[in-house]
């Protein structure tokens, strides 16, 4: 089978089954799980055929003419190179640890069909966007994951959270994707052509017509789909669906998309160094935004969240310093611990029947109930906060070190207000990140008060020689298999460059030792006030509402959902004197917890405004088009209702009234002759 064979099937191995899943679904329950999990899987194994294949070798171009337009033609056309052939490695594998794990934490789930079969229609179009060569079909892919989003983030609709999630997150990437598309349009008609090689060919011969404009209206797009500000509003609140779609979403698919396409058509960017120096801002912003906001968070999946959106800052800030490697390598690893955390937290808000790292910090035994998750989700907060020897130390100082190297004026045609903004932004942010990383896993596992629920009779059923009840195998084997790249990957780095650009991944010795430096004096930080504030949680107790720990753990988390806002209200009024967060951030924090009230500041701009314009339209409509439409037809029912009295059945009536009639027209004819004579 030739290489363009096997990345062909890729992407339709996951859609058959979608489609397979849907139809087959509900009639034959005992196929959901394999049409789920084997064609993901293989599809997987496919995408690492075709690394191996393609290699670092010359990129695979192939097309096909899918139709004539009259003007540019749409190609289905394949273009794969070392940084599609890695991330359709990534797209598959977190994909198929998805799939895997559902199995185990939605086997109770009624609606499970339907979740698995979107779930591999969002992996199919995430590989068509990776490995297409043309920017329409790429289109496609970029919309049917705004579509499969809405759904899987809204598969618990029976809750107000999780509907007015996925309504939100569909609203805010639409807003993003009418100057995407534009931007398409506008990139077509100046290079003449929808392929990605012949439009960087346009650009490195003869150049852009309107370089900034285009590079801005792309960006618009890519900020909507990967979250960045001032459109990242949609990603936290996105937490309401299931913990493994949010794996999905923040690890391979939707949020990587945006960066992935940046990647791809960096000389675009780079055409325009007014358009470098915006996404470095926007970078920036997203990062420490982002990072304060984190610290806030009471909702495990929150502060993960606003994690990733912090981390595809680090991303778009080393795009705009010109280093696509550096970015997708942090793609990379940011994939593999970032699906290795959101797995974990479903383990966590299982066992520990809340999402609520304030009801965590008063329980006592959480780590020793779930010793999987303890040791995996370690690991990957110490990636995540860029400790070596892991992934993610790797992958940020390359990103760091992109930056230094284009804010010392290393980097031609990179302005250096972009370097410095990114490397000032960047290290300001692996500060926060190691004290959010350092807060949830102190709140997370070393809690002190009663007993994790249901822990007193696990051990009892176990000295009595029966089995309690634990995790899902799945679940707990996944998290390990996460766990590999999440330590190994880093290891790669000398090995990458020949993978993509050529430029040298390593860490540099300046950024290595501050960026280091700042990750542990933000961990230690986080760790003396946590000390500090520990003491107090006994004093000021939270009640939690708690799900039977024996259920499956999509209920867990779905009733976990549903009773935080009652049960806590709203994080940033509720005083817990507990929380080093809030002694860290001071009066900032009230601000933080809230994303600083950038969803508020929506609601005046835009929300109210159309809703105002709605209810006047509604009114216009009501009361005045609707009151010509009932009056032309009130005449003619009066009229009717008139002739109608007339209708009695009566023959001498009507004779009487044939006979008057008569006499009228006969007077009438008389008085009109008489006139007429004279």
């Known amino acids: 089978m030739t290489l363009t064979t096997t990345a062909v099937l890729v992407p339709l191995l996951p859609f058959l089954g979608a489609v397979a899943g849907l139809l087959l679904g509900r009639r034959t329950p005992g196929f959901v799980r394999p049409l789920a999990v084997l064609p993901t899987l293989a599809a997987a194994g496919l995408t690492v055929a075709v690394a191996v294949g393609q290699g670092g070798g010359p990129a695979t171009d192939v097309a096909t003419r899918l139709t004539p337009t009259g003007s540019i033609p749409i190609d289905l056309a394949l273009h794969i190179d070392g940084f599609a052939a890695l991330i359709a490695v990534l797209v598959g594998v977190v994909a198929t640890c998805v799939q895997i794990y559902s199995t185990g934490y939605l086997r109770d789930d009624p609606r499970y069909p339907s979740y698995a079969a979107l779930v591999s229609l969002f992996t199919a179009a995430m590989l068509l966007v990776v490995y297409t060569g043309d920017l329409m079909v790429l289109l496609v892919g970029w919309e049917v994951m705004g579509i499969c989003s809405y759904f899987l983030v809204g598969h618990y609709w029976e809750t107000e959270t999780a509907r007015a999630a996925s309504l939100k997150a569909f609203l805010v990437t639409k807003l993003g994707d009418v100057p995407f598309l534009f931007g398409i349009f506008a990139l077509a008609a100046d290079t003449g052509t929808f392929r990605i090689t012949g439009i960087l060919g346009s650009v490195v011969n003869r150049g852009l017509d309107h370089p900034t404009l285009i590079a801005l209206l792309l960006l618009a797009g890519v900020a909507g789909k990967s979250a960045q500000f001032p459109l990242h509003t949609w990603l936290p609140d996105a937490m309401a669906g299931p913990t493994p779609v949010s794996a999905l979403i923040h690890a391979a698919t939707m949020v990587a998309a945006g960066i992935y396409v940046v990647a791809r058509l960096l000389p675009v960017f780079a055409a325009s160094a007014a358009a470098l120096v915006v996404m470095a801002v926007i970078a920036a912003i997203t990062m420490v935004g982002s990072g304060l906001a984190a610290l806030a968070q009471d909702d495990i999946k929150r502060v993960l969240a606003y994690s990733t959106v912090g981390q595809l800052g680090y991303m778009l800030g080393a795009l705009a310093v010109g280093d696509r490697g550096a970015a997708v390598?942090?793609?990379?690893?940011?994939?593999?611990?970032?699906?290795?955390?959101?797995?974990?937290?479903?383990?966590?808000?299982?066992?520990?029947?809340?999402?609520?790292?304030?009801?965590?910090?008063?329980?006592?035994?959480?780590?020793?109930?779930?010793?999987?998750?303890?040791?995996?989700?370690?690991?990957?907060?110490?990636?995540?906060?860029?400790?070596?020897?892991?992934?993610?130390?790797?992958?940020?100082?390359?990103?760091?070190?992109?930056?230094?190297?284009?804010?010392?004026?290393?980097a031609h045609g990179i302005p250096g207000a972009a370097g410095w903004t990114v490397l000032v932004s960047g290290l300001l942010t692996a500060l926060l990140t190691a004290a959010y990383a350092a807060r949830l896993w102190l709140l997370a596992f070393k809690g002190r008060?009663?007993?994790?629920?249901?822990?007193?009779?696990?051990?009892?059923?176990?000295?009595?020689?029966?089995?309690?009840?634990?995790?899902?195998?799945?679940?707990?084997?996944?998290?390990?298999?996460?766990?590999?790249?999440?330590?190994?990957?880093?290891?790669?780095?000398?090995?990458?460059?020949?993978?993509?650009?050529?430029?040298?991944?390593?860490?540099?010795?300046?950024?290595?030792?501050?960026?280091?430096?700042?990750?542990?004096?933000?961990?230690?930080?986080?760790?003396?006030?946590?000390?500090?504030?520990?003491?107090?949680?006994?004093?000021?107790?939270?009640?939690?509402?708690?799900?039977?720990?024996?259920?499956?753990?999509?209920?867990?988390?779905?009733?976990?959902?549903?009773?935080?806002?009652?049960?806590?209200?709203?994080?940033?009024?509720?005083?817990?004197?507990?929380?080093?967060?809030?002694?860290?951030?001071?009066?900032?924090?009230?601000?933080?917890?809230?994303?600083?009230?950038?969803?508020?500041?929506?609601?005046?701009?835009?929300?109210?405004?159309?809703?105002?314009?709605?209810?006047?339209?509604?009114?216009?409509?009501?009361?005045?088009?609707?009151?010509?439409?009932?009056?032309?037809?009130?005449?003619?029912?009066?009229?009717?209702?008139?002739?109608?009295?007339?209708?009695?059945?009566?023959?001498?009536?009507?004779?009487?009234?044939?006979?008057?009639?008569?006499?009228?027209?006969?007077?009438?004819?008389?008085?009109?002759?008489?006139?007429?004579?004279?």
């Open 449 to 678: 008060g009663v007993e994790a629920p249901d822990l007193p009779q696990a051990l009892n059923s176990v000295r009595a020689g029966e089995t309690p009840s634990p995790q899902p195998v799945v679940m707990n084997a996944v998290l390990w298999v996460l766990f590999v790249p999440t330590v190994a990957l880093g290891l790669s780095a000398p090995l990458l460059p020949d993978w993509f650009d050529g430029r040298s991944l390593a860490p540099t010795l300046t950024t290595s030792v501050v960026g280091t430096g700042i990750a542990v004096v933000g961990g230690l930080v986080t760790y003396a006030t946590w000390r500090h504030t520990t003491a107090l949680a006994a004093r000021t107790p939270i009640g939690a509402v708690v799900v039977d720990p024996d259920a499956a753990p999509g209920l867990a988390e779905e009733t976990a959902i549903a009773t935080h806002a009652p049960v806590y209200g709203d994080n940033a009024g509720a005083a817990d004197p507990a929380d080093p967060g809030r002694l860290l951030l001071g009066p900032l924090h009230r601000h933080a917890a809230v994303g600083f009230h950038l969803d508020a500041v929506y609601s005046a701009l835009f929300v109210r405004p159309v809703r105002a314009a709605a209810t006047l339209v509604r009114f216009l409509d009501r009361e005045v088009v609707d009151t010509y439409v009932r009056g032309a037809g009130t005449a003619p029912r009066w009229l009717g209702a008139a002739v109608r009295r007339a209708q009695t059945g009566n023959v001498q009536t009507y004779l009487g009234a044939l006979l008057a009639g008569s006499l009228v027209l006969a007077i009438a004819a008389v008085l009109v002759a008489t006139g007429t004579g004279a």
């Open 329 to 410: 390598f942090h793609l990379l690893a940011h994939g593999a611990f970032k699906a290795l955390l959101f797995l974990g937290a479903g383990v966590i808000i299982h066992a520990a029947g809340t999402n609520s790292l304030a009801a965590m910090s008063r329980m006592s035994g959480l780590s020793r109930r779930i010793p999987d998750a303890y040791w995996t989700v370690t690991v990957a907060l110490l990636a995540l906060a860029a400790i070596p020897p892991f992934a993610g130390f790797f992958s940020k100082e390359a990103v760091l070190g992109a930056a230094e190297h284009a804010a010392t004026g290393a």
